[in-house]
C-alpha cells in the first residue's frame, strides 16, 4: 500500500479499488475502504514504532446522559517499538507529505454545504471531486 500510494501514483480510493479487485480480503470487511487504507498509512507502527494516547475516550454529559467520545489527539506520543519497521523511513515521510497536500479543507461554520467532502473520487483521475455551485447570475435565460 505504501509503495503503490508513494512511488506508483495510487489513490487511496484506487488503492482499495485495486486490492479488491486482486480479491485481498480485510482482516474484518468484506472489502477494503478509503478509511482503512488512511488509517493503515497513518499508522507509525509499520515504521517500527509505537503511538501512544491517539484516541482517549472522553466522558461527557448531555441532557442527563453520559455520552463516550473518542476524538483524535492531534499530537500522540510516538515512540521506538521493540519490533522491527516493515517499511523505510523515506516511503514514510513521502507517504506523509502526499497524505498533507491532498486534506480537503475543512470550513467549521456549523452549515452543510457539501456532505460528501473527502468522499467522492473521479473515476477516470482519482483526485477529490469538489463541488461547484452555480451563480444564478450567470445561468444563460430559458
Not at 7 to 13: A, D, K, L, M, R
Not at 55 to 79: D, F
Request: glycine share 6%.
Amino acid at each position: 500500500m505504501f509503495n503503490m500510494f508513494a512511488y506508483e501514483g495510487f489513490t487511496i480510493n484506487g488503492i482499495a479499488r485495486k486490492l479488491n479487485e486482486l480479491g485481498i480480503q480485510p482482516r474484518i470487511a468484506k472489502k477494503w475502504s478509503c478509511s482503512s487504507i488512511k488509517d493503515i498509512l497513518r499508522n507509525p507502527v509499520y515504521i517500527g514504532k509505537i503511538r501512544w494516547n491517539n484516541r482517549k475516550t472522553v466522558i461527557s454529559t448531555k441532557s442527563g446522559k453520559k455520552e463516550k467520545h473518542r476524538p483524535r489527539n492531534q499530537e500522540p506520543i510516538i515512540v521506538d517499538g521493540l519490533h522491527y519497521p516493515i517499511i523505510d523511513e523515506e516511503t514514510w515521510d513521502i507517504v506523509q507529505n502526499k497524505r498533507s497536500q491532498n486534506t480537503p479543507p475543512v470550513v467549521h461554520n456549523n452549515v452543510v454545504q457539501n456532505p460528501l467532502v473527502g468522499l467522492v473520487y473521479c473515476g477516470k483521475c482519482g483526485k477529490l471531486m469538489q463541488r461547484r455551485p452555480y451563480n444564478k447570475m450567470n445561468l444563460p435565460a430559458t
